[in-house]
């Protein structure tokens, strides 16, 4: 089948996600709008559809928190009951910061979208509808990228805390294990909960039973706060800076000076906070000797020692040195996260393969996701690795060609895992199409 045919596909899988408010990032297993996957779902339909691009970041941002805060998910009112944790779990009205209108959770995740929103400018042929799109959503992402700097930025140098894995995007990373663990769960008390998910997806792919238990702990934590920052702060025994988190957050700072000069708006203040995050990231979060930077636990001060996808995601940001860029390509383009020409090996897994508890099927403990690689590709073209992002690019047109578009994939066979029909596999397979 020529892919073409496959773009009408992946189209049709955002059809049938596209609720006329929003994109579900899947209908079954994710059947509300979640923060960062609508920022790579408007990416892939700023290529046929700007409409479709602007309404599903406007939507997002409708429920913004007064504090600034983006929250991971908005719920669907109407469509309560299939996930969980949902709204009477997460209870947020106790915040006097939650939106009046909207039921949210009481977290964000990686702020992609003053990227994505710049995208949607440059793939418009319709600049001055675009730009009207921006004016509105301007003075919002700036309380966005305000919020992490007032108020996850306790040394005041740009590294910027999450206290969730879900916050993360990669919840049960290998890289979350070791700050996890301090939780034990023989001490504290748990509330009571069932899980949705696992009788949705074959639970071996997903997290096991203790990490929910210490999601669910964390949120608890949150709401006997009344989601009151400093206060978790001092309670939260998981405060880590993540090397996605901070990068995402770099490449939008970026675009945000970029968009502020498209409006004529100051841009100085989003220049500050580019500087100062990626600058800390580079003296912080390296590792010469590995190549590759690692994300640190503030609690205990020091970096963890764990290899996974996001310590190459200072490519994405323009974090990276040039000398760091070239070892984390060295790193990179090895057996631990696949060569060029590697047998079977499919893209950048998630986890370096050659640790023992590396997983081919296992949700963020080894698979490949075509979000990640495909913030790897841009990051690789940017610092001109062409051999290495023009392979990467090839890799995940074909994942979903041969497999389907899939949640993620086995990084070996190249078999599909999660859920089917998943929204932003097929919205990057659009954007890198076109
Ligand atoms: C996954 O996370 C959610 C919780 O937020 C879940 O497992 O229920 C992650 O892959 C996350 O990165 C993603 O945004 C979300 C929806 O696709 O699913």
Not at 7 to 25: C, E, F, H, S
Not at 33 to 46: R, T
Not at 115 to 131: C, M, Q, R, T, W
Not at 220 to 243: A, G, Q, S, T
């Amino acid at each position: 089948m020529p892919l073409k045919q496959y773009i009408q596909k992946a189209k049709r899988v955002l059809d049938k996600n596209w609720n006329g408010r929003y994109t579900v990032p899947s209908v079954n297993l994710y059947p509300h709008q979640w923060n960062w996957d609508s920022g790579f779902i408007a990416i892939g339909y700023s290529r046929y559809n700007t409409d479709r691009a602007i309404q599903e970041l406007k939507s997002l941002f409708d429920a913004q928190w007064k504090n600034g805060m983006l929250p991971h998910i908005v719920f669907d009112k109407n469509n309560l009951g299939k996930y969980f944790p949902e709204p009477d779990f997460w209870k947020t009205e106790i915040s006097k910061y939650s939106p009046e209108n909207h039921l949210t959770s009481g977290i964000t995740q990686p702020p992609i979208h003053a990227f994505a929103a710049l995208k949607i400018y440059e793939n418009s042929s319709d600049k001055g509808k675009v730009k009207d799109f921006l004016r509105w959503l301007f003075p919002r992402l700036m309380k966005l990228h305000r919020y992490f700097y007032l108020e996850r930025n306790p040394d005041d140098n740009g590294l910027i805390y999450i206290r969730h894995p879900w916050e993360s995007g990669m919840d049960n990373s290998p890289m979350w294990d070791p700050v996890l663990e301090k939780i034990d769960l023989s001490q504290v008390k748990v509330p009571d909960f069932i899980r949705k998910d696992d009788k949705i997806i074959n639970p071996e792919q997903r997290p096991k039973d203790e990490d929910y238990k210490r999601y669910i702990y964390l949120v608890d934590l949150f709401r006997k706060n009344r989601y009151e920052e400093r206060k978790i702060f001092h309670e939260c025994p998981f405060i880590v800076i993540d090397p996605l988190f901070n990068s995402v957050l770099s490449a939008s700072n970026e675009a945000l000076i970029k968009i502020a000069d498209i409006l004529g708006e100051d841009y100085k203040q989003a220049e500050e906070w580019y500087l100062s995050t990626a600058r800390s990231m580079r003296d912080t979060l390296y590792d010469g000797n590995k190549g590759i930077f690692y994300a640190y636990d503030y609690i205990e001060k020091k970096q963890i020692k764990v290899e996974t996808s996001a310590g190459f995601m200072p490519l994405f940001g323009g974090v990276a040195s040039h000398s760091q860029a070239l070892k984390l390509l060295e790193y990179m383009n090895s057996a631990s996260f696949c060569e060029i020409h590697e047998e079977n090996c499919f893209a950048i897994p998630n986890y370096d393969k050659t640790k023992k508890d590396f997983s081919t099927k296992n949700y963020w403990r080894g698979p490949v996701w075509i979000n990640i690689n495909w913030m790897l590709f841009q990051g690789l073209k940017r610092y001109r690795f062409k051999q290495k992002a023009e392979h990467l690019e090839k890799t995940i047109l074909e994942l979903p060609v041969r497999f389907g578009f899939y949640e993620y994939f086995d990084s070996r066979y190249g078999t599909g895992y999660g859920t089917e029909d998943f929204s932003w596999t097929a919205a990057l397979f659009i954007d890198l199409y076109y």
